[in-house]
């Protein structure tokens, strides 16, 4: 086995499958209703719902087609309506969500920590209409997939819900600004995945002050998409007093949130794995209208591995996985196809399907790469190997591999270069075995990581009584 230079199959690589456009409506009519929700103290407060529905509009029928389903509560900005939103949150009700939305806290001198209490109740009240049988969401609210959002002075609420509230599977919200409590101190307290979305021309909270801070003092697993040209009142419907503005128009601005969002909760809450490659792995760095960091508290390494292999060849590819706090845990290892390529006749498969891996540990696993024996000079295949979280289910570290067919490469597992694989070559690695230096030049060292090592007697062994050459 060679492994080739990053150029060879970069381009390869780089292929991206298309994807229906989340910016657009999902499958239901969004309906609307203003509902009561009581606080444990027995004060009350509004909020509008918005819900899957068989007509568009306020007081529309309860489409139950989808039921459970996933809910979210949502803040909304400081001296900012509900309505302000109603174009985000029907687009998430259309994607088959509950979403409600605390009116509370309107006033010029909001409490912040108040408004979180809220919105945290607004889940509670979703968990009691669910076990009403008086109800029309009787039984059709999924109460194990709650989800927080907001925008602005929501936001930092939305972060101070999450921190407090082990309900919470998934945060994502809309410039979010610091509050009173500290947003910024309670990230370190959140231990589900969130994704800040914020604008980079915002100027009311502009994310170096905001969205940075709180994407820094996170530990679970993060995102920090900044909306190119985005701005502070684009994630409104309307404009007002004071508005920032940016290089985009609102329109625009909407529909990336849109899409941010949906693609976001249908991984998070709903389990969707097709939208794992756009969240978390190959597609979320290669959308044109974002720019995002992100941290899934977990890596494998290296991220990329180019190898090429002989007609019929199999090679051994070794990968560490590492972890951070936050990041710990159990990981199921998953092996599929890069986009853009079906790898047919290929062989492949990792040595194990788990790993559990500690804070500030990493752990060893194996990949197999089989070449079809008939395949000509220059066939290549591409994959994408990702190791899932469990403790989420949809957070994924990943890396990607790249393999081409050559005849002249030399013979898998021959460590003695005689053409075939034998008890020669078995006895050349184990010879060798704990033996390190540089990359090609310690005997038995056939993946040229510079160290002899399992991978290498699993190459030896995977290929046992092969003649090549």
Known sequence: MRFLPQPVILAFLLASACAADLSDPGAFFAGRSTVTVTRANGSTFSAVLFYPATAQGQGASFDPAGAPYPAISFGHGFLQGVGQYQSTLEH???????????????????????????????????????????????GAVNTGAFGMSGHSMG????????????????????????????AVN????????????????????????????????????????????????????????????????RAQQLAVTRRLLTEFFDLHLKGDQSRWASVWGPGSGEQSDISMTLD??????????????????????????????????????????APGFENTGWDTATFSSNVSVGAGQAVEFHATIGAPQSASDGQAGAWIISARREDDGATRAWARIGATVSSDAPCPGDATGDGVVNFADLNEVLASFGQSGEPGTVPGDLNADGVVNFSDLNEVLANFGAACR
């Open 92 to 138: 998430l009700a259309t994607h088959g969500y509950l979403v409600i939305a605390s009116e509370s806290e309107s006033g010029l001198s909001p409490n912040h920590a108040n408004f979180a209490l809220d919105l945290s109740r607004c889940l509670t009240w979703l968990e009691q209409q669910h076990a009403d049988p008086e109800s029309f969401l009787f």
């Open 155 to 182: 936001g930092g609420a939305s972060i101070l819900a999450t921190a407090q509230d082990a309900r919470v599977r998934a945060l994502a919200n809309l410039a979010a600004a610091n509050t009173n409590p500290s």
């Open 296 to 337: 899934p508290r977990a890596s494998i390494s290296p991220c990329e591995q180019m190898i090429e292999v002989g007609p019929g060849g199999v090679a051994t590819v070794a990968f560490a996985m590492g972890a951070s706090v936050g990041g710990a845990g159990a990981y199921t290892l998953l092996l599929e196809n």
């Open 186 to 249: 309670a990230m370190a307290s959140v231990t589900v995945p969130s994704r800040l979305i914020a604008g980079d021309r915002d100027t009311i909270t502009p994310v170096k002050q905001h969205g940075q801070l709180m994407y820094n003092n996170a530990t679970a697993p993060k995102q920090l998409p900044l909306i190119l040209g985005g701005f502070h009142c684009g994630f409104t419907d309307a404009s007002f007093l004071f508005c920032d503005s940016g290089t985009i128009s």
